[in-house]
């Protein structure tokens, strides 16, 4: 079963943004941890920004400054807004979680990915 579902992708030119969402279904009854990751062509994939346990942003360095990251409690849904984008923004990007499902239990969950391409 599905249970992050990422929305927002598509095709955008460099120096343009995009606002990418993520809603957690409601087989997610607990969040500890929620965030972005991406993984570019013949790359590993890599954190982007996420929210940390005690609730505080972090972001990789490539990213800071031009993406913000926040989170909607009450839906249980993460967004990240991204500015300035760059050709090497290209990638498809990953919404992560670290909590409690009804039908897994406590693990770390991944949605299916949103190709995010930056070019002219």
């Known amino acids: 079963q599905v249970q992050l579902v990422e929305s927002g992708g598509g095709l955008v030119q460099p120096g343009g943004s995009l606002t990418l969402s993520c809603v957690a279904s409601?087989?997610?009854?607990?969040?500890?941890?929620m965030g972005w990751y991406r993984q570019a062509p013949g790359k590993q994939r890599e954190l982007v920004a996420t929210?940390?346990?005690?609730?505080?942003?972090n972001y990789a360095d490539s990213v800071e400054g031009r993406f913000t990251i926040s989170r909607d409690y009450a839906k249980n849904a993460v967004y990240l807004q991204m500015n300035s984008l760059k050709s090497e923004d290209t990638a498809v990007y990953y919404c992560?979680?670290?909590?409690?499902?009804?039908?897994?239990?406590?693990?770390?969950?991944w949605g299916q990915g949103t190709q995010v391409t930056v070019s002219l």
């Open positions: 409601r087989s997610i009854i607990s969040i500890n941890t």
């Open positions: 992560n979680c670290f909590g409690r499902s009804t039908l897994a239990g406590y693990g770390i969950y």
């Open positions: 929210f940390t346990n005690g609730g505080s942003a």
